[in-house]
């Protein structure tokens, strides 16, 4: 049996599934009536929303499995969250890589799987729409076209858990959103013995252009500033808005001056799209960043308050010269 291998963005995945708040909620009808339909539609013994977590594939919705949860290791639907498609399996006994997984060997004598990767808002892939059945099948392109369309109808469904965490301005995390994935995000690194470093963000001079070229030019420096971060920070970097013009990054995996070097990076950035905006102002900011040790953790709110400090006592340095 081949064990599902580990995703490149498994912090940012598993930050993004928990953000989403569903794990371990009670069935919802909004869910069950895709999996109903898929089950029906194709055929098959059961349909399940599946959700990939750090150590478990858990269903928010089955139709036809009893089963609530299912080890990660010998889970299908770990091997379909590497890719970007639907995993197809036709028999998988007659696959090396599920030939004697216990779920083959075993009830529910998986013989065919199809899963469609589900993903989350920002496009991290957090579990699957899947078919299985006892029997070999077959599985053509409009199967597959019709599969993907039911898995649109159960990422809307998520997104919509996803947006109580999201700023709708800036479409990055908002700060109850960072507050879940961050503690999540701090976790991680203390269990793995990993630094990290809070970045405090406050845009300067963000009130002359809210009062020289209006409240919807500010809405568009705000969500020009979150664009650029989305695109300088590391993929497994944790961005949010605060609120107002103030905003944080969880650079996790880095120590201070690992981190230094990331928001160098966006300074660089943030420069090069004032050169190339010409909006009659450009965006710059000021910010204070502290270290996480792993062997003496702090908690969230302490880290955010520690760089408020320094980013206020940097911000108002700056005013004095």
Request: glycine share 6%; aromatic share 8%; net charge negative.
């Amino acid at each position: 049996m081949k064990e599902p291998g580990i995703p490149l963005d498994e912090v940012q995945r598993l930050s993004a599934l928990k953000s989403l708040d569903v794990l371990d909620t009670p069935p919802e009808e909004r869910f069950d009536r895709v999996t109903r339909m898929a089950k029906r539609m194709f055929g098959v013994e059961a349909a399940l929303v599946s959700l990939v977590d750090e150590n478990r594939q858990w269903f928010k919705s089955r139709a036809g499995l009893d089963a609530a949860e299912t080890p990660r290791n010998v889970s299908f639907c770990g091997h379909a969250i590497l890719g970007d498609d639907i995993l197809y399996i036709p028999n998988a006994l007659a696959d090396e890589r599920f030939a004697d997984n216990p779920l083959v060997t075993g009830g529910p004598k998986i013989r065919f799987y199809a899963g469609c990767p589900l993903r989350a808002v920002g496009g991290a892939k957090v579990g699957t729409l899947c078919l299985i059945d006892s029997a070999p099948r077959n599985f053509d392109q409009e199967d597959k076209l019709a599969l993907h369309d039911l898995a649109s109808m159960v990422e809307d469904e998520l997104s919509a858990f996803q947006n109580a965490t999201t700023d709708e301005l800036t479409r990055i995390s908002n700060r109850r959103g960072f507050l879940q994935l961050a503690a999540y995000g701090l976790n991680f690194c203390v269990r793995h013995h990993q630094p990290a470093t809070l970045a405090f963000i406050d845009l300067d001079r963000f009130k002359p252009i809210n009062d020289n070229f209006g409240h919807a030019e500010g809405d568009r420096a705000l969500a020009a500033f979150a664009s650029v971060m989305r695109s300088s920070f590391r993929s497994t970097d944790l961005c949010a808005r605060l609120g107002g013009d103030e905003f944080v990054v969880l650079l996790t995996g880095a120590n201070k001056p690992e981190a230094q070097a990331v928001i160098d990076k966006f300074s660089a950035q943030l420069h090069d799209y004032n050169a190339s905006a010409k909006r009659g102002y450009d965006l710059a900011f000021s910010y204070g960043a502290e270290e996480f040790q792993p062997n003496a953790p702090q908690s969230v709110e302490a880290l955010l308050a520690a760089g408020d400090a320094q980013m206020y006592a940097i911000k108002a340095a700056k005013r004095r010269h």
